[in-house]
């Protein structure tokens, strides 16, 4: 009960920070411009509506570029801008006064943030649908999609880049709450962000956390080893980023 109470609280204090109003933009940063390039195409827009792999065409146009770069950085950019609600009014000592352990707090703090991603999934696939949707409603010659919306395969795919999000959510997260600074983990985040775009294609690209959203439109790349498994190293980043920011946090003298 505890712990659900903190996350309350935590969610709280979360939508008073401009880490909610980044994820919303962020979700429908590119949706946006994939409609607005459909719409000032209006000549193609009856026989794209119209084909029956709309869908999958969208789906795959917004996930290409969100994946790459924009994905990457608003995790960044979140994590971070979470973790300074509390640099920033000095609330960490605070916080730590409070009847709630200490594992306890880490939990509630990365569950908001682990939630904000599952927001912004849900958001970003909205978008993905509206652009299929808004230029029936606005165009009298352009029809409904014309494809059977494949939710499974939507959810299935969504759940993979959730998968490969996460280690950069787990990273960045260390990064934030152990670093006071807002800059560096900013700064490390995108020096990283930069290299999975060198590195993307290497045979060795695996080993770098950042480079699996990318990697996930390379599959057919014969520079691709298809023989790793980029789930189970996803998994496992995961788990080793977030265990190491837990003993981090519980062993650490200075808490504020």
Same mark, same amino acid.
């Given at each position: ?67 790459? @770069?924009? #994905?990457?950085?608003?995790? +960044? %950019?979140?994590?971070?801008? !979470?973790?300074? =609600?509390?640099? *920033? $009014? ?70 993979? @880049?959730? #998968?490969?999000?996460?280690? +950069? %959510?787990?990273?960045?997260? !260390?990064?934030? =709450?152990?670093? *006071? $600074? ?75």
């Amino acid at each position: 009960m505890v712990i659900l109470h903190s996350i309350q609280s935590e969610w709280i204090k979360k939508s008073h920070s401009s880490a909610s109003w980044l994820t919303v933009f962020g979700a429908f940063f590119i949706p946006v411009i994939v409609l607005v390039r459909r719409i000032s195409d209006p000549h193609n827009l009856f026989a794209a509506n119209a084909s029956d792999k709309i869908w999958n065409i969208l789906y795959a146009q917004c996930w290409q570029y969100m994946s790459v @770069f924009v #994905l990457p950085m608003g995790i +960044i %950019l979140t994590a971070s801008l !979470l973790a300074q =609600i509390e640099f *920033r $009014n000095n609330s960490w000592k605070q916080l730590h006064t409070t009847p709630q352990s200490l594992t306890v707090v880490f939990v509630s703090k990365f569950c908001i943030a682990i939630m904000m991603l599952i927001q912004f999934f849900l958001l970003f696939n909205v978008g993905i649908v509206l652009t299929g949707v808004v230029p029936a409603l606005f165009f009298r010659d352009v029809p409904f999609p014309g494809q059977d919306f494949p939710f499974q395969d939507f959810v299935i795919g969504n759940a993979r @880049f959730f #998968l490969y999000c996460l280690p +950069i %959510l787990s990273l960045q997260y !260390l990064l934030s =709450i152990q670093v *006071r $600074n807002f800059m560096i983990p900013i700064g490390v985040g995108f020096a990283l962000v930069i290299a999975s775009l060198i590195a993307v294609s290497w045979k060795y690209g695996y080993f770098l956390p950042y480079t699996y959203c990318s990697k996930r439109f390379l599959q057919n790349d014969s520079r691709i080893d298809p023989e790793i498994n980029i789930k189970i190293w996803a998994i496992g980043y995961f788990v080793l980023f977030t265990v190491l920011n837990y003993i981090i946090y519980i062993r650490r003298k200075n808490r504020g």
